[in-house]
């Protein structure tokens, strides 16, 4: 069992389309960030969120963490192609040096 | 885009022999870490530097062992390769440990036959 569970594990859905990606734990995180991973590359940092109740945008994509810090999601509004990709969550717990990752959400958005 | 380099980029090595896979930074940053990225399990943290000679264990170390003479350079080791080693590994990079940032280097794919 992970420490972080991402679901679902995958998405297909069609341009234009919303979704919404889930990161679930049941431990308390002092930050929590979300990378997309394109094929044959690394992850890409897009968000970091500290603050539980934090609600981040960064254009069509709303990031939320939860009250409790124990979870958080990804909202993509208006799916594109190009939002295509492996998207993963991390968290830091308390005073660490590490992230953990959750197991990834895969998404095609369909043109 | 960081200064993060991999190499070999790919590799077939057979069960028994030994592995050295090379991250090289430019961004002269304090920590470094090598992660393996297997379908459905994401990123899982191999072992981690905070300096030069300074390296501490993650979650999947048994097998790896690393060593960081330089700054620039962590090098990660496979004693003797078992198929169960058969993955794309990742070096990342970041300032500071914890939540900061990790900037990551386009993987090593490393197939143990």
């Known amino acids: 069992t992970q420490l972080l569970e991402q679901s679902p594990q995958f998405l297909s859905i069609q341009e234009g389309e919303n979704l919404t990606v889930y990161c679930n734990s049941s431990?308390?995180?002092?930050?929590l960030q979300w990378y997309r991973q394109e094929p044959g590359e690394g992850p890409v940092l897009l968000v970091t969120v500290v603050t539980g109740g934090e609600v981040k945008k960064l254009k069509r994509l709303t990031f939320q963490f939860g009250d409790a810090r124990k979870d958080s999601s990804l909202h993509i509004t208006a799916a594109q192609p190009g939002d295509t990709g492996l998207y993963l969550c991390?968290?830091?717990?308390?005073?660490?040096?590490?992230?953990?990752f959750g197991g990834g959400t895969r998404v095609l958005v369909k043109p | 885009d960081a200064g993060i380099t991999q190499s070999p980029r790919h590799k077939v090595t057979e069960t028994g022999t030994p592995v050295t896979l090379r991250c090289h930074q430019t961004e002269n940053h304090r920590y470094m870490y090598w992660y393996r990225q297997d379908p459905g399990h994401g990123l899982r943290l191999i072992h981690y530097?905070?300096?030069?000679?300074?390296?501490d264990k993650g979650e999947v170390s048994d097998g790896y062992s690393v060593s960081r003479s330089k700054t620039e350079d962590f090098l990660l080791t496979l004693e003797s390769a078992t198929s169960s080693q058969t993955s794309v590994y990742f070096c990342?990079?970041?300032?500071?440990?914890?939540?900061?940032?990790?900037?990551f280097g386009p993987g090593t794919r490393l197939l143990v036959l």
């Open positions: 990342a990079i970041s300032e500071a440990g914890g939540g900061e940032t990790q900037y």
């Open positions: 991390a968290g830091e717990k308390a005073a660490g040096n590490k992230l953990t």
């Open positions: 530097s905070y300096g030069v000679k300074d390296t």
């Open positions: 431990s308390v995180f002092s930050s």
